[in-house]
């Protein structure tokens, strides 16, 4: 599977014109979009870049492709140079390799480059160096945001697809948990842009490896993000469902239980039920005293787990709730908001990621509503 990690006016028109081998008319009738934007893409190439329902739209187009198409795109992609995010080829960050980046240097860059191409070969070595990488990534990801990150992780995904397959004995159990981790990542970003399609899709395959793992933390936290998924989209039925699904898994961590429960009432305050709101916010504390008493048991995609995190769960929590009819709750909001935030270390409230956390607190103190955004 391809997955394009940022379309561009220069992968429409590959996809349009070598892989689906039709006319500018045909994509804009095809898609739902005007003709006149598809014109304005590709005569951009790649100083335009597509976002939200466009490289969605691109993005359905690219998963119906039919085996004959694919590869046309394929070599499409590799005439012009995007090779890089279609084959999977792993992408190290700068600064891993020379130790700059605060994360144990010691990766073999050609071992994995060999490992890309000769899967069958994959060792505990290259095992450790891809969990490596992926938390470089993730470090990534809170400084520069998803956006920056999104290419080179989705076209990492390709190699660790490619490894699960061909992955047998008493190795495939390391490589299914590190690549249930990749999956993970990828998740979060294409949700975090999106790029619901494809985010669908990763959690999907996410779920089939952490129930073949029998892993209780990757289930439940396979679980959790597709109610994540669920909400960024306005489904809040499933967003509760989901949630409450994720916190069936009893021997997961208590940190990815707190995650669950905080969610989970994240999402009967957006359909106004204070009280289960209430319950599941105290029930996520229960799990964080725990996970404080247990921090060998946060599993590493959790690494940014803090009491004061969840803090700022429950002040979002009564935020939605004013939002939806409980005015009362609009100042609690304000005041958890804000102790959240301080309570921060310098860095996590630094990070791109934390920004939005702001923007809720500043339209708690001015009455806004998110859903109006």
Request: hydrophobic letters at 40%.
């Amino acid at each position: 599977m391809i997955v394009v990690g940022k379309w561009t006016g220069v992968e429409v028109r590959a996809l349009r014109l070598r892989a689906l081998r039709w006319t500018q008319p045909q994509l804009a009738e095809r898609t739902g979009f005007s003709e006149g934007v598809v014109r304005k893409w590709e005569a951009r190439g790649e100083t335009i870049t597509l976002r939200g329902q466009y490289a969605e739209g691109m993005d359905t187009l690219l998963r119906g492709l039919d085996p004959e198409q694919h590869a046309r795109f394929e070599m499409a992609l590799t005439e012009i140079g995007r090779g890089s995010i279609a084959d999977g080829c792993p992408v190290i960050p700068q600064g891993v390799l020379d130790n700059q980046s605060g994360i144990a240097a010691g990766i073999d860059a050609e071992r994995l480059a060999y490992i890309a191409a000769h899967p069958r070969r994959i060792d505990r070595k290259a095992v450790d160096d891809l969990s490596v990488v992926l938390a470089a990534w993730r470090k990534l990801d809170d400084s520069v945001g998803s956006e920056a990150v999104l290419p080179a992780v989705n076209g990492t995904v390709q190699m660790v697809e490619r490894l699960v397959r061909e992955a047998h004995g008493s190795i495939r159990p390391d490589v299914l948990n590190v690549g249930a981790q990749w999956l993970q990542l990828a998740g979060w970003l294409n949700t975090t842009t999106k790029r619901h399609t494809v985010a669908r899709a990763i959690h999907d395959r996410m779920l089939e490896w952490a129930v073949e793992l029998d892993d209780p933390d990757l289930i439940s936290t396979t679980l959790g993000a597709k109610g994540h998924r669920a909400w960024t989209e306005g489904e809040f039925g499933p967003m509760i469902g989901l949630s409450e699904a994720a916190s069936r898994y009893k021997q997961a961590s208590p940190a990815v239980l707190a995650v669950a429960a905080q969610q989970e009432a994240r999402g009967h305050a957006l359909v106004g039920e204070a009280e289960e709101t209430e319950r599941q916010l105290d029930r996520a504390d229960e799990y964080a005293v725990r996970a404080a008493a247990e921090p060998d048991r946060i599993p590493p995609w959790l690494y940014f787990h803090s009491t004061d995190l969840l803090v700022l769960q429950r002040g979002l929590a009564y935020k939605f709730l004013a939002e939806s009819g409980r005015p009362k709750y609009r100042s609690k909001a304000v005041a958890v908001l804000t102790a959240g935030l301080a309570g921060l270390d310098r860095e996590t409230r630094e990070s791109d990621w934390m920004r939005w956390y702001v923007d809720q607190l500043a339209e708690s103190v001015h009455g806004g509503d998110w859903r109006k955004h």
